[in-house]
Every structure is written in structure tokens, then in C-alpha cells.
């Protein structure tokens, strides 16, 4: 196969701790299945670069990473948010972060978030249905709320008027629902394949076996949650083995902490998912396992990025005691993303996710060090 390339992007605080651990993972992947596989790491963006540079990363930086396969990204921010104010935070700025510069830039028009309480994991719902927590929220990535568009009008007087607007067209509507009944398909096939198979009690009471559920506030917001509902009404009509509901997401969030596990795709707008991916972070085992995954599943030659939903975590950093769980999940999630390149990369992907799956049912309860932690799962792979 071609060489697979990563861009490896440490970040901030507690990023290039966890980073540290990938790569060991990623590297004894490599040796064992002779993979052809190569990264290169980035100092950018990030705080250090910004104190030196006065700019969070050079003006070319989405030109030299666009050369990449994917882009794995530690977390950023020291301690808050990185403010360039020549690009960044400007009133009239398309971007808020280089984070939203990549998503852009890159098309990365879905945003994939699993939520699944595994085994060893925190588990924060006293109910103990909350095991069977197994959900993949999909938050649309490229419009909606995060367009960016809008002022602020009077500023400093007593009549300030702020405007932001949101943009929903129905070109990225369609492709994200789309996506969304994609997805509940091969997850169905999924659990068949490894003798998981579910049927899911649906909200209205009855059973399914896969099943889309929609986000909005068209009770509210009616132009894009009538649109949406439209699409998605149209599109579930080619997939009758996946049942539908819809939610408000309000209700949603409600119902994300009360019965959680009646839930098994869901899909939403950029800031409800942004909102909604939080929570299901915290009921399937907190920020310390949580992955994102920014994807463009349309252009192969554009990079995808993957990042654990957890911040840098400046509190902590530096003191080697940060969970790399979350890091290693979502770089098990871009090897199988990689896999639709190179077959051997799911492989190495799946073996990924197992190692450290494993290890946190044995371990996870157990306080241990970065390195510890990283250390056993590299054990786990034949190290
Ligand atoms: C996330 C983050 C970002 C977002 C911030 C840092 C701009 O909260 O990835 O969920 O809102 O998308
Ligand atoms: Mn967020």
C-alpha cells in the first residue's frame, strides 16, 4: 500500500503527555504489522509557538498539513483559549480557532462523537442500564451556528445590538442526515457481526434494531428544524430497516441523562451536537475517554483530524498524571478511518481500541501515572 501519512500535533498542556503515549502505540503497531505508516510532529499550533511566533501557527499551515493522510491533534490552549488577535477573535474574523480553521479548511463537514460506557469506566448514571450506553452522536460540522456571521452594532453604548447568525444549507443538511442513516446501518452490521446484537427500546416504547434519532429546536427555531425534518423524513425512506425519532434538544438532554441508552445514533446541529457531545461524555465515562473525530468522508485527499473531546487540562500538566485513554481511543478511531485506504490500519485500529478497552476493564478504577498506563497497553500489543 501507499505510506500512510499522520501530521502529529501535539498542542498545549497535557497534549503532547498523551501524544507521547499514541506514538509509543503507534510505533509498535508499525514494527509488529510491518506497516506503512509514517507521522512528522508539528510544534504549532500551540501556546509555545504563539510566544514566539505571536501567532498561534505560521500563515501556511493548513497548505503543509493538507500533504497529510490525517491529522492527530493532543488538545489546545494555555491555559485558555490561544487569542491571535491578528487572525483570530477579530469581530469580522472567520475563524474563532484553528481548531474551526481545520474543520473549515478541510471540509471536515462531520463531526463523529461514540459515546459507549465501557467496562472499567467511570460511570456516572446510578441506573445500570447505563452499561448498555452505546450511542454515536454525529454533529454537523460546517455551518449552522458556527458560521461566524454578524457584529456587533453601537458597541459601548447603552444600545448595543449583537447579531450571529446561523446558516443551514440544504446541501449539508442532506449529506449529514444522510450520513447519519449510513452510519446507523453499519453499526446494526456491526453488532451482528460480533454477536452484540441489540434491539434497542425506542423512546416511543417500541423495539428496533438501529435507529436515527434527530436533533433540533423546531418548536422554536422553525426554519432550519423544518427543513431538517423535511430532509430527514425524505432520506429515512431509503433505509426501512432503520427506525426514526426526533427530539427537541432540550428533551434530548433530559432524556441523554434519564434513559441514555435508549439512544443509538443521533444526529445534530453544530452547536446542539457541540453541546449534546459534553453529555454524552460525561454518561460514558467522562472526558478521560471520550473521542472526536472531525471527518471529510467526500474528498480522500483532504486530511481528517482527530482529537480527544478533553481540553489541555492545564491544572494537571506536567505531572504525568494525565489519563491517555481518550488519546489512544481516538487514535484507534483514525487507524480504521485509515483503513479505507490500507486495510491493515483498521486492523491495527481494532487492535487499538481492544488493548486499551482491555485495560481500562482490568485497570481503569486504578489511579496510575500517564506512562503506566501507557506502559500496560503497550504490553497489551506484544511490546
Ligand atoms: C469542541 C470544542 C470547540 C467547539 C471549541 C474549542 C471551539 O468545544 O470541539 O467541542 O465548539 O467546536
Ligand atoms: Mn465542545
Known amino acids: 500500500a501507499q505510506t500512510t501519512r499522520i501530521a502529529v500535533t501535539p498542542g498545549d498542556g497535557i497534549g503532547p503527555e498523551v501524544v507521547a503515549e499514541a506514538v509509543r502505540c ?78 473549515k479548511g478541510f471540509d471536515q463537514w462531520v463531526c463523529e462523537r461514540p459515546a459507549r460506557l465501557l467496562p472499567g469506566a467511570r460511570q456516572y448514571l446510578r441506573d445500570d442500564r447505563a452499561k448498555d450506553i452505546d450511542m454515536l452522536v454525529i454533529r454537523e460540522n460546517s455551518e449552522g451556528e458556527y458560521v461566524s456571521q454578524g457584529g456587533r452594532l453601537r458597541q459601548g453604548t447603552p444600545d448595543e445590538v449583537a447579531t450571529q447568525m446561523e446558516v443551514f444549507t440544504g446541501r449539508a443538511t442532506e449529506r449529514i442526515i444522510r450520513y447519519g442513516f449510513e452510519q446507523a446501518r453499519k453499526r446494526a452490521g456491526e453488532r451482528v457481526q460480533d454477536g452484540r446484537t441489540r434491539s434497542f427500546q425506542t423512546l416511543d416504547g417500541t423495539t428496533c434494531e438501529s435507529q436515527v434519532c434527530l436533533i433540533t429546536k423546531r418548536n422554536a427555531l422553525r426554519y432550519w428544524g423544518d427543513m431538517y425534518t423535511e430532509v430527514f423524513e425524505d432520506i429515512s425512506q431509503e433505509y426501512p430497516d432503520v427506525a426514526t425519532h426526533h427530539e427537541l434538544v432540550d428533551a434530548a438532554c433530559m432524556k441523554f441523562v434519564s434513559c441514555p441508552w435508549a439512544f443509538d445514533v443521533v444526529v445534530a446541529s453544530n452547536l446542539q451536537g457541540d453541546i449534546l457531545t459534553d453529555l454524552a461524555a460525561v454518561i460514558s465515562g467522562g472526558m478521560g475517554v471520550a473521542p472526536s473525530c472531525n471527518l471529510n468522508p467526500t474528498n480522500p485527499d483532504l486530511p481528517s483530524m482527530f482529537e480527544p473531546t478533553h481540553g489541555s487540562a492545564p491544572d494537571i500538566a506536567g505531572q504525568g498524571i494525565a489519563d491517555p485513554t481518550a488519546m489512544l481511543f481516538t487514535t484507534a478511531r483514525m487507524l480504521e478511518w485509515l483503513g479505507r485506504k490500507d486495510p491493515l490500519l483498521s486492523q491495527a485500529g481494532q487492535e487499538l481500541f481492544d488493548a486499551v478497552a482491555a485495560e481500562l476493564a482490568a485497570k481503569g478504577k486504578e489511579q496510575r501515572s500517564t506512562r503506566e498506563i501507557g506502559d500496560a497497553i503497550c504490553k497489551r500489543l506484544g511490546a
Open 26 to 103: 503507534l510505533e509498535i503497531l508499525r514494527t509488529r504489522h510491518n506497516l506503512a505508516l509514517e507521522w512528522s510532529r508539528f510544534p504549532w499550533p500551540s501556546h509555545a509557538w504563539h510566544e514566539e511566533h505571536g501567532e498561534c501557527w505560521p500563515q501556511d499551515a493548513l497548505e503543509q498539513l493538507k500533504a497529510y493522510d490525517a491529522i492527530l491533534l493532543g488538545a489546545l490552549g494555555d491555559p485558555g483559549p490561544i487569542h491571535d488577535t491578528d487572525r483570530y477573535l477579530l469581530p469580522d474574523s472567520l475563524s474563532l480557532a484553528p481548531l474551526l480553521d481545520m474543520r
